[in-house]
């Protein structure tokens, strides 16, 4: 007898699991990075959009990065060890961006994707 029950598609596997630490040290690297970047980041802006987005990721930043200080990152869900994951590969192609000396607008959407990331790590694993 036939089975009525659709195969389903295996998950994609998920990244190594982190710890706490790795977590924080993930979020922390982001923020030194965006803190050590800041004037050299506003310096190269040549709209106000580009400067709000600049300070937007700075704020963003170091909300993202006391919050994870406070809770400490400790949670359990799968989601944060992708979202760390996640993180460093933005971390990475954000670093390229910056050694290749790429357009303010190239950095912002680096930036932009680390913010996400660091977002996606802190909610998942408050």
Do not use: F
Request: aromatic content about 4%; hydrophobic content about 40%; overall charge negative.
């Amino acid at each position: 007898m036939p089975s009525d029950r659709t195969p389903q598609t295996p998950a994609p596997p998920s990244a190594a699991p982190t710890t706490p630490k790795q977590r924080i040290d993930a979020v922390t690297h982001y923020w030194l990075d965006v803190m050590g970047n800041y004037y050299r980041d506003m310096a190269a802006t040549t709209t106000p959009a580009e400067a709000r987005a600049v300070e937007d990721n700075y704020n963003a930043a170091e909300r993202l990065y006391l919050d994870a200080i406070e809770c400490g990152l400790k949670g359990t869900d799968p989601a944060a060890d992708d979202a760390c994951a996640a993180l460093h590969e933005a971390a990475r192609a954000l670093a390229e961006a910056r050694a290749r000396v790429d357009a303010i607008s190239v950095i912002l959407a680096s930036l932009t994707l680390c913010t996400e990331a660091a977002t996606s790590l802190v909610r998942s694993a408050a």
